[in-house]
């Protein structure tokens, strides 16, 4: 993962499937998103894209829209900011979704880990059968880095 490319014609097509147009902003977005190992933010994307002249509302709202199209998955990971990674890869042997997330609580880095089953955990379990259904799993702790220091 992350070493995945779009390229523009690829990235435009698979916005068009959305029934969203292909904006430049759009394809930017997706195409950067769609490169990365990990959950991105607002703030990350405008770091990312500024130099090429998309502002930082255009940008929110070309992640806004592509979620609404279901091309991104939109996620708060317990600390009140919206991250976004692909919805589906579409066969790019990539991650799929859903999958569970890690959350550094020192350094705020999150972590896109392989998917779990957890059907049998949910039929087995009495306590988690009381909830109803689990659509997202979080893991929190120290990452790598941060437990070395």
């Known amino acids: 993962m992350g070493s995945h490319s779009l390229d523009t014609n690829e990235a435009r097509q698979l916005i068009r499937e959305t029934g969203l147009r292909a904006t430049p902003a759009r394809i930017s977005v997706l195409q950067v998103i769609f490169a990365t190992a990990r959950p991105l933010t607002h703030a990350e994307l405008v770091e990312q894209l500024s130099s090429s002249g998309s502002d930082a509302s255009t940008i929110f709202r070309a992640l806004n829209d592509m ?12 600390d009140h900011v919206w991250r976004y990674e692909m919805a589906n890869r579409h066969n790019h042997n990539a991650t799929p979704t859903p999958h569970p997330h890690f959350l ?15 059907r049998p955990l949910t039929k087995e379990n009495r306590e988690l059968k009381k909830v109803g259904k689990v659509t997202e799993v979080l893991l929190k702790g120290s990452c790598a880095n941060c437990q070395d220091e």
Do not use: K, M, N
């Open 67 to 78: 979620a609404e199209a279901e091309l991104f998955r939109r996620l708060d990971l317990g």
């Open 104 to 118: 550094c609580l020192d350094c705020g880095e999150i972590t896109c880990l392989e998917p779990v089953d957890i």
